[in-house]
Nanobody
Framework: QVQLVESGGGLVQAGGSLRLSCAASGLTFSRAAMGWFRQAPGKEREFVAAIRGSYDFTQYTDSAKGRFTISRDNTKNMVFLQMNSLQPEDTAVYHC?????????????????WGQGTQVTVSS
């Protein structure tokens, strides 16, 4: 059974930083592309960042470029999202997601497994 468990969310002031973590189990982690998505109240789930299975090839949404960094540790089956210069518009529930293939995709329909999410709230 595949499980993805996020942690690291919280309340932070604008300009602050948070580091989200996602612990994965039950899948061949090194062969799974991993993504971070977020969903704000009343809005659709949107892509934030993704990282390829075996190589540090990454992709970001435009609003995350230069502020967020996705990384992974295949020895620990974990993926991370370092978020700097946070703004109130970054407030959302952040979800970790896993594909069954190593190739990057930005659409949520390409991700089979999802975590419950962790709340990130940025105050102005």
């Amino acid at each position: 059974q595949v499980q993805l468990v996020e942690s690291g969310g919280g309340l932070v002031q604008a300009g602050g930083s948070l580091r989200l973590s996602c612990a994965a189990s039950g899948l061949t982690f090194s062969r799974a592309a991993m993504g971070w998505f977020r969903q704000a109240p009343g809005k659709e789930r949107e892509f934030v960042a993704a990282i390829r299975g075996s190589y540090d090839f990454t992709q970001y949404t435009d609003s995350a470029k230069g502020r967020f960094t996705i990384s992974r540790d295949n020895t620990k089956n974990m993926v991370f999202l370092q978020m700097n210069s946070l703004q109130p518009e970054d407030t959302a529930v952040y979800h970790c997601a896993a594909r069954t293939l190593p190739f990057l995709r930005i659409g949520p329909e390409h991700y089979l497994y999802w975590g419950q999410g962790t709340q990130v709230t940025v105050s102005s």
